[in-house]
């Protein structure tokens, strides 16, 4: 998707001016890029923070750039954050930021041809498998997965951005690639290789989501269904995790509440921007944030206004 307004993807070495804001998306093409734009977009129209929007590696990146106050607001994944308070690796310690908003969720089951000989996830032994960028939220859930299922060390891995692995797959050149689907449906680049071939969904077992989200709890076990993919005979059971709005340490409460309510003040206006922004109410926002993690106290004043407080969650600086 284009930039939209006034929000511009720019290259990495390339910041804001000093005063603005510097959103953190992912890979061009990518949902979490389409979702960052779009928040942004209406985070500028809405209040008086102006900013862009960076396209990155991905949610393991932004997480490094926002600790080296290289980004303000990010795309992120419940995973990282557990990984990142933990500091395990890729991260190179302990990382610090706060909550904004969750604005969907994601499930990730493994895609092949329909015609591939790969049926079982243990299949996948030997064979390339794609996540996109090394940097990404898919990458780090794709090596908890394949090492909770004991096939860590067997997966030929092929990095690229989405639409590059994704045409690589439809080519045959790819085994097989990293699902995605955002509250069921699927994003384009799937829509796309289905256009061109069947694929087919592997599933995994419910004794590797268990160990996965004993791994790290921000991997959750959900089910992907016909209502939303009708490519599926039956519900399947697939890896799933949310996408949060994160905010740097140093980000005010003041701006986490201006940005917190221009978006969530104007939820038609955010879903213009297609289904992969349908997820995105305030009911959601608050439900899907995350337990011992922080909240920018802006944002937690607004959900307070609001009637809908978690009393469960963390405010930072409390």
């Known amino acids: 998707m284009a930039a939209m307004g006034l929000v511009t993807a720019t290259p990495m070495a390339a910041f804001a ?92 089951p493994p895609l092949v041809m329909a015609d591939s000989d790969i049926q079982t996830i243990e299949d996948l032994r030997g064979r390339s498998y794609s996540p996109s960028q090394p940097g990404s939220g898919s990458a780090a859930m794709a090596r908890i997965l394949f090492e909770a ?4 060390d067997d997966i030929q891995w092929v990095y690229g951005s989405w639409g590059e692995v994704y045409d690589l797959f439809g080519l045959g050149q790819i085994d097989a690639v990293h699902g995605v ?33 004993a791994r790290n709890a921000g991997i959750f076990s959900t089910e992907l269904t016909p209502d939303t993919w009708p490519t599926l005979d039956r519900p399947i059971r697939t890896p799933g995790f949310s996408g949060i709005l994160g905010a740097d340490t140093r980000v005010s409460a003041e701006d986490g509440y201006a940005i917190t309510k221009a978006i969530l003040d104007h939820v038609d206006e955010v879903h213009k921007f297609g289904n992969l922004l349908h997820g995105v109410t305030l009911e959601n926002a608050v439900a899907g944030l995350l337990i011992g993690h922080p909240v920018n106290a802006g944002a937690a004043q607004y959900y307070k206004e609001k009637n809908v407080w978690r009393d469960d969650l963390l405010i930072a600086g409390a």
Request: hydrophobic share 40%; net charge negative; aromatic share 6%.
């Open 181 to 213: 689907f955002t509250n069921g449906e699927p994003i384009g680049e799937v829509v796309k290789a289905e256009a061109a071939a069947p694929v087919r969904a592997l599933e995994y077992s419910e004794e590797v989501l268990r160990a996965a989200n």
């Open 149 to 152: 299922a004991g096939i860590i």
């Open 17 to 108: 001016q000093a005063g603005s804001l510097r959103w953190g998306s992912s890979s061009i093409g990518s949902s979490g890029y389409v979702i960052l734009e779009a928040l942004a977009n209406v985070t500028n129209r809405n209040t008086e923070l102006k900013g862009s929007v960076q396209a990155t590696a991905g949610t393991t990146e932004n997480f490094v750039l926002m600790d080296r106050d290289q980004l303000d607001i990010a795309h992120t994944t419940s995973l990282d954050w557990v990984a990142a308070k933990a500091g395990d690796k890729p991260f190179p310690g302990v990382i610090e930021a706060n909550q904004l908003l969750c604005y969907t969720q994601w499930e990730n």
